[in-house]
């Protein structure tokens, strides 16, 4: 008998452990803003887990953990499209990874997989059950109970650097230290280390390392509390659809500028000491480290020492008239599409204008609507089922009329020459990838983003006249 509710009416910690304690064998989907993400048990253990968001998928977590690079799995995803196989088993037949140690990293992605829930208060779930074990290639074995009690320590964690790091637009920058030599030394260690610029935010550095916002933050979080970086200013960003992102004064060189969501106060960073860390940072942060490694990481560090998305504006489109049909009351106008009052609107008055846009081939503008009310209707099956029709309707209409996947993509200027534009993480991303070798659909399978919201960052990016095509 199929079980269905909404974390906020049963918490994660206690809908686990009952399935736990219960033995039971079926599969626990969740979904939250347009991803989905399942747990497989049999008889009360974990064997797998899935999700539909890029940035969990096998590939980027063989990415993060310096196990591949994106050419490999560039090879290995255009190889699966012809043959249908497990990805981790096509980068073992490679030569990129044995299979002893995809094993190990694909019972840790699971568990990371698992551990990201925990910040998903509002989710809506569902459980199935059945009297089979759920059929998967690589199957796991977790203790519910040891993964509940590694997943609330990371929980705890996380509030922890969030009190730091409570901002996606922070822009970190070196303080002059020397960091220790683990971290030049290690692959993913120093990647991090020299994306930290004084110009990029968090957020890009989440995505140019192809990092889980747990490792990537807590990592920079200790670089932080080792003095070896502070915080400069902070910018307005999005984790949707992207648009543009405007810069927040800070105070002082000294300040923190007072975030845009939270309005946090001003914090004094004190000026640090030149030269090397103090020998207790050094060892928390060669500690942090140890886990940290090429062969096999999983994310469990050492312990810490004493948003919804906004969806983009359509391109192209004009204001409503007043009183017409499209203009809501009170509302903004951001082209055809209202996005500011559609939460006054009933779900079906929502979706019936989505409806209407699709039905006239503005999917695009469907997908507006359509990002913007759904964290108001979680696990809302008919919400789900259209989104997941316009993605598909766009993404078709999008490399068949403006950005076929066989083009190769070019920069109109240097990368150097793209400081003074307004771009969002994913617009700065997807340009950073760009080489006037790679076509489209290479981009945009090694990246961390879904097919639909990729393809908007590049339509915008074109119409901005950042890119150009060009014929292979």
Request: aromatic share 6%; proline share 7%; hydrophobic share 40%.
């Amino acid at each position: 008998m199929p079980l269905y509710g909404t974390l906020t009416s049963m918490p994660l910690t206690d809908l686990l452990q009952w399935l736990g304690n219960a033995r039971v064998t079926g599969s626990l989907r969740l979904e939250l803003n347009r991803v989905s993400k399942s747990i497989h048990l049999h008889e009360g253990m974990i064997v797998g887990c899935s999700s539909d968001d890029p940035a969990q998928r096998i590939g980027q977590y063989l990415l993060n953990r310096g196990q591949i690079d994106e050419d490999q799995l560039r090879e290995a995803l255009q190889l699966q499209e012809l043959s249908g196989q497990h990805l981790g088993m096509l980068l073992v037949e490679l030569g990129a990874l044995s299979h002893e140690q995809l094993s190990e990293h694909l019972e840790a992605q699971a568990e990371e997989t698992i551990h990201s829930l925990f910040d998903w208060d509002d989710a809506a779930f569902r459980f199935e059950d059945s009297d089979k074990n759920p059929a998967m290639a690589f199957p796991v074995s977790l203790r519910v109970e040891d993964v509940l009690l590694r997943g609330l320590k990371r929980y705890d964690e996380m509030q922890q650097i969030r009190e730091i790091f409570d901002n996606p637009g922070i822009v970190l920058e070196k303080t002059g230290r020397q960091p220790p030599e683990a971290v030049i030394e290690n692959r993913t260690g120093r990647a991090i280390w020299d994306l930290v610029d004084g110009e990029r935010t968090v957020a890009e550095i989440l995505l140019q390392v192809h990092g889980s916002e747990y490792v990537v933050t807590k990592f920079l979080y200790e670089l932080h509390r080792s003095s070896l970086v502070r915080i400069g200013t902070v910018k307005q960003v999005t984790t949707g659809p992207p648009t543009p992102p405007e810069p927040v004064a800070v105070q002082a060189p000294e300040a923190v500028a007072e975030t845009v969501a939270g309005n946090r106060p001003a914090v004094p960073v004190a000026k640090p000491p030149a030269g090397e860390p103090a020998e207790s940072e050094r060892v928390a942060l060669e500690d942090l480290l140890s886990d940290f490694n090429p062969e096999i990481d999983h994310p469990a560090f050492a312990p810490l020492g004493p948003e919804t998305p906004v969806p983009a504006e359509a391109e192209g489109t004009t204001a409503a008239e007043p009183g017409s049909e499209e203009a809501l009351p009170g509302a903004e106008a951001t082209g055809v599409v209202f996005v500011e009052d559609s939460a006054a609107y009933t779900l079906e008055q929502n979706l019936e204008k989505a409806r209407r846009l699709m039905a006239e081939s503005e999917f695009e503008k469907a997908l507006v609507i359509l990002d913007r009310i759904y964290g108001d209707y979680p696990g809302e099956e008919s919400l789900r089922r259209l989104t997941a029709e316009a993605e598909a309707a766009f993404v078709e209409k999008a490399y068949r009329h403006f950005l076929p996947p066989s083009k190769i993509l070019v920069l109109t200027k240097e990368m150097d020459g793209l400081e003074t534009e307004d771009l969002s993480p994913s617009e700065f991303f997807m340009l950073s990838r760009i080489d006037g070798t790679w076509d489209i659909k290479s981009i945009i399978q090694i990246a961390p983003l879904r097919e639909s919201d990729a393809l908007r960052t590049l339509k915008r990016l074109r119409e901005n006249g950042l890119i150009e095509l060009k014929d292979p």
